[in-house]
């Protein structure tokens, strides 16, 4: 009996069964009968969580049907599902019991014909170009002569062969190949591969890195060239540093990498064309350029020598240049020995006259007179000064009995004077409480304050000042300087005719003073003479002013 027939309907004999069981049946009954199928629709609802496998819903105008691709077969699809896109899958149904529903297992995923390829393609094209790889300002100059060329392409096919002998007939270079598969599923990673493997060599190491890159392969449908459509290999060729060219498929085959390289080629001998030069050519534009060079250099030379003869034939001959010099210094070279006998015999006339005053008789009279007049000088000088100290101990000996009463008056004076302006700074000044005066009061309080404090300052200097004065004046600073005051009954003993009359006279210094009996003696002697103090100093010396 089939596990869904009815039986007896109305009987209450039905086999009971959990829902694990049922669920299994189902899964069962629908495996078996859809084991291998192929469906067309439309992809909507695509999520890639980070498992690695792909959900999305297959749907038309009235049905959908949930998809699912495992991480494993995801990598090796042919097209990667995107919303709106209408493909063909292939694969085979199953259940998913956790959620009572069907689903389809898909193992292979196709655009459903080339209308979907191309709407996927435009769809793709323009999300790339708002990211800006194929902005013209990205695109880089081809280098004029590489050293080294990469090629990614197919090394069984046609492509490389006319790469390398068009690069033989135009300009032979080192050609790097990277084999890759341009058609199928590992087209698209195994071209990204390439590029960015060539560019991570090393410039100038073992295998060095290529100046140019040029990415071909013949023509073919656009399902053939689908794989230099993918994303990768867009995003590779944008990002390679070293310049490259797309030589993929014929002129009027189109694929996106195309906008991405820095130049695209309608084929792949075209872009041997572009890599190189042609090398005759080349050397004849050298050998064009090294002629016009030559003759160039010729030309000028010709026109300077030109120049040259023309500015000598206006320059007047070697000889006629020194011929007036000549004559010049012939005329001088007679007139020389006449002008150095005339300026002898002058330097003789000279030399007889000075001779005639320069005798020894001459100089022993002025020396004479000379000594004369020193001897005098020296007699008015002695007798003058001796004038001039008699003079200066006479108002001396007059003025000493006076300054010293007027002195100590002075010293009173000052004393009294300091006195009051010490007791006058010692009263401690009035203290105003300035913020709780009215404004108009509280500035003039601020200022007699000011005032104050000025006039505290201007007497605190005054004060200083007399102190320095007192001490200035003060005969105790004159005694600590070595000199001493002579006392002789309560007054100041100024000569020695009055200290000899006394009886007992005391010697003031600086820390004390010392009485002192003055010795008898004759009569106090004048004041010496120059000639007496010279024998007084030394009987055996004579003065240079002495006769």
């Not at 063909?88 to 209308?115: C, E, H, K, N, W």
């Not at 009051?420 to 009061?441: D, N, T």
């Not at 002192?516 to 007084?536: D, H, I």
Request: include cysteine; glycine fraction near 10%.
């Amino acid at each position: 009996m089939d596990l869904f027939d009815d039986g007896d309907r109305t009987g209450d004999n039905a086999p009971e069964y959990t829902v694990s069981e049922i669920s299994g049946a189902v899964k069962r009954v629908i495996e078996g009968g859809f084991s291998r199928i192929r469906v067309r629709g439309e992809v909507s609802r695509v999520s890639r969580p980070r498992s690695g496998h792909l959900y999305f819903d297959l749907k038309d105008d009235r049905s959908v049907l949930a998809g699912v691709v495992w991480k494993g077969q995801a990598a090796r699809l042919a097209a990667q599902p995107e919303e709106g896109l209408e493909v063909v899958a292939t694969g085979r149904l199953t259940t998913f019991p956790g959620q009572s529903r069907y689903q389809m297992v898909i193992d292979s995923l196709a655009p459903a014909g080339v209308g979907a390829l191309m709407a996927m393609l435009e769809k793709r094209k323009k999300a790339l170009e708002a990211e800006g790889l194929f902005a013209p300002d990205r695109k880089r100059p081809l280098p004029y002569l590489p050293e080294v060329i990469g090629v990614v392409t197919s090394p069984s096919g046609a492509v490389i062969r006319d790469i390398l002998h068009r690069l033989r007939e135009r300009f032979p270079r080192k050609v790097l190949v990277w084999p890759v598969a341009v058609q199928g599923d590992r087209c698209a990673p195994d071209v990204a591969r390439a590029i960015e493997g060539f560019n991570r060599l090393t410039p100038g190491g073992a295998l060095p890195r290529p100046d140019l890159l040029i990415v071909a392969r013949g023509g073919g449908s656009i399902e053939d060239l689908w794989g230099f459509n993918e994303e990768i290999v867009v995003r590779a060729a944008a990002a390679s540093r070293i310049p490259l060219i797309s030589a993929v498929g014929h002129e009027t085959d189109t694929t996106l990498v195309d906008f991405a390289a820095d130049r695209r080629a309608p084929t792949p001998t075209a872009a041997a064309e572009m890599a190189v030069p042609v090398r005759a050519e080349l050397l004849a534009w050298t050998g064009t350029q090294g002629a016009r060079l030559t003759a160039a250099a010729t030309r000028g030379l010709g026109q300077r020598g030109q120049r040259l003869r023309d500015l000598a034939r206006a320059l007047p001959r070697p000889e006629e240049l020194t011929q007036g010099p000549a004559q010049r210094l012939d005329h001088l070279a007679e007139r020389l020995p006449r002008a150095l006998k005339a300026r002898l015999g002058r330097l003789e006339l000279r030399l007889g006259k000075a001779a005639a005053v320069l005798r020894p008789a001459t100089l022993a009279a002025q020396a004479r007179v000379d000594r004369r007049r020193v001897i005098e000088t020296d007699r008015r000088l002695a007798a003058a000064l001796r004038l001039r100290r008699s003079k200066a101990e006479a108002r001396l000996r007059e003025t000493g009995p006076r300054l010293v009463p007027a002195f100590r008056s002075s010293l009173g004076n000052h004393r009294i004077r300091l006195t009051r302006s010490a007791a006058r700074l010692s009263l401690r000044p009035v203290r105003i409480q300035i913020a709780r005066l009215p404004g108009e009061l509280r500035r003039v309080a601020r200022r007699l304050g000011a005032a104050e404090q000025a006039l505290l300052g201007r007497s605190r200097d005054r004060l200083a000042g007399a102190g320095r004065l007192l001490e200035t004046l003060s005969y105790g600073a004159t005694l600590a300087r070595g000199y001493a005051v002579i006392w002789g009954a309560g007054t100041v003993v100024t000569s020695a005719e009055a200290a000899r009359a006394q009886p007992l006279v005391e010697i003031e210094f600086r820390d004390g003073r010392l009485p002192v009996r003055p010795a008898e003696s004759g009569p106090p002697a004048g004041p010496a003479t120059p000639r007496q103090r010279r024998k007084r100093g030394g009987a055996g010396q004579k003065s240079l002013f002495d006769e």
